[in-house]
C-alpha cells in the first residue's frame, strides 16, 4: 500500500515539477519513481501474495499507473487501427473529449509524421510502436520556442549587463578622480588631462559595445537573390589576401553552385568565420597560418565549411564561442560567431563547430537553388 502510494505522489511531483519547470524537481521524481518500481517487483518476488480484491476492481500498480498518466503535462494519446484514444488528462483536455478522438488528426496515423496542428497550435509528434499499437506524445512547440526565447533573453541580459557594469564602473571612478585632479589641478596640472583621455577611451569602448549589441540585436530579414557561391567566396579570397596577405587561404568550391541568399548578410558572415580563424592562427605562429574554406551541394544544402590549422578551441570553451560577446581571445569582439550563426539560421540553415581541433565550423543553408540559368544569373 505504501508503495503504491508513493508511486501516486512520486507521478504527481513529476507533473508538477514539468509543468512549472522544475527540472531538477522532475528527475529526482522520476529517479524515486524508478527506485520504488524496482522495490515493489523485488517486494513482489520474495512475498508473493495473492491480493484481496474483488474481482475487476484495479490493484495498486493499476492506480499508480494511472496517475503517474494523468499528472503528466504532456498530451498522450493511443493509436490502435485507425482508433485514437486519449490516454491522461493533457490529452482529454487537448480533445476535449474522455475517451475516443473523434474525428481523430490525419498525422496521428502516419508513423512518419513528425508534426501536426490542433486547436490552432503547432505539436510535434514523438511515437513509441507498441506492437501494431502507438503510443504518441503531443509536444507544445510554441511552448518550446518561448521556454528557449525566454532562455535566451535572460542570458543576454545577463551578458549586457556585465559588459555595461563593467564599462560603467572604471568610468565613474575616472570621473571622480576628475573632479579631485580639477580642484587640485596646480599642484599637477597633466594629471586631469591623462584622466580625462583614459575617460574618453573608456566611454569609446562603451560605446563600440552599443553598438555592437545593437548591430546584433537588429538583423534584417534577408533578402534573397540568385547568387553564385564561386563569385561571392572569389571575392571574399581577394578581400582576404589584401587583408592578410601573410595567411594562406585554399578556396574549393564545386563548380555550378547558385543559391538563393542575401549575399552581403552571408559575405558577414563567412567574413566573421575567417577573421575568427585568422585571430586563432595569431595565437600560436603566424607565419605558417593557412585557413581552408570549401562549398559543396548535397540533397539540395549548401554546405561551407572552414577550417584553419591554429591551436583549436580549449573543451572548456567549446559551449560558449557561439555566446554574443564571450571571447578569449586578446583582440577579439565576441561578436563575429554569434552574429554569423543569427545569418545562417535567418537562412533556415545551421552554424556549428564540427571539430575543435583542428577548428573546423560548418555552416549549412537549405532549399539551395541549383539552376545555374543566365536570366536567374543576371538578377544577382
Known amino acids: 500500500m505504501l508503495v503504491g502510494s508513493g508511486l501516486g505522489l512520486s507521478g504527481m511531483a513529476a507533473g508538477m515539477a514539468g509543468t512549472h519547470g522544475l527540472w531538477l524537481a522532475l528527475s529526482g521524481a522520476l529517479l524515486l519513481l524508478v527506485w520504488l518500481l524496482a522495490a515493489n517487483l523485488l517486494l513482489a518476488k520474495q512475498h508473493p501474495v495473492v491480493p484481496a480484491v474483488t474481482p475487476g476492481a484495479p490493484d495498486e500498480a493499476q492506480i499508480a499507473h494511472h496517475l503517474l498518466l494523468d499528472a503528466s503535462p504532456t498530451p498522450l494519446v493511443l493509436v490502435a487501427g485507425r482508433t485514437v484514444r486519449t490516454m491522461n488528462r493533457a490529452a482529454r483536455r487537448l480533445f476535449a473529449t474522455d475517451d475516443r478522438i473523434l474525428p481523430p488528426p490525419t498525422p496521428l496515423f502516419d508513423r512518419d509524421a513528425t508534426h501536426l496542428r490542433h486547436a490552432g497550435r503547432n505539436w510535434r509528434t514523438d511515437r513509441v510502436e507498441v506492437g501494431d499499437r502507438s503510443v504518441v506524445a503531443l509536444i507544445d512547440i510554441e511552448s518550446e520556442e518561448r521556454t528557449a526565447e525566454a532562455c535566451a533573453s535572460a542570458e543576454m541580459i545577463q551578458v549586457l549587463g556585465h559588459e555595461m557594469l563593467n564599462g560603467l564602473v572604471p568610468i565613474v571612478s575616472l570621473a571622480e578622480c576628475g573632479i579631485v585632479a580639477a580642484e587640485a589641478r596646480d599642484e599637477n596640472p597633466g594629471l586631469l588631462t591623462e584622466i580625462l583621455t583614459t575617460l574618453a577611451r573608456r566611454a569609446e569602448g562603451l560605446r563600440r559595445f552599443t553598438e555592437a549589441y545593437r548591430e546584433l540585436a537588429r538583423l534584417p530579414l534577408p533578402l534573397r537573390l540568385i547568387v553564385s557561391v564561386e563569385d561571392m567566396l572569389n571575392d571574399l579570397a581577394r578581400l582576404f589576401a589584401s587583408r592578410w596577405p601573410d595567411v594562406r587561404l585554399s578556396v574549393d568550391i564545386e563548380p555550378g553552385l547558385w543559391v538563393e541568399i542575401d549575399r552581403d548578410q552571408m559575405n558577414q558572415a563567412c567574413w566573421a568565420l575567417l577573421q575568427n580563424a585568422v585571430e586563432a592562427i595569431e595565437l600560436g605562429d603566424a607565419s605558417s597560418g593557412m585557413i581552408d574554406i570549401r562549398a559543396s551541394m548535397d540533397d539540395n544544402v549548401l554546405t561551407i565549411e572552414i577550417r584553419d590549422n591554429g591551436p583549436g578551441v580549449p573543451p572548456d570553451r567549446v559551449r560558449g564561442i557561439f555566446r554574443p560577446f564571450y571571447t578569449s581571445k586578446p583582440s577579439g569582439s565576441g561578436i ?30 537549405p532549399r539551395a537553388c541549383t539552376s545555374n540559368d543566365g536570366v536567374l544569373a543576371d538578377r544577382v
Open 336 to 365: 563575429g560567431l554569434s552574429l554569423a550563426r543569427q545569418v545562417m539560421q535567418a537562412h533556415g540553415g545551421t552554424l556549428t563547430l564540427i571539430s575543435p581541433s583542428p577548428a573546423i565550423f560548418r555552416a549549412r543553408v
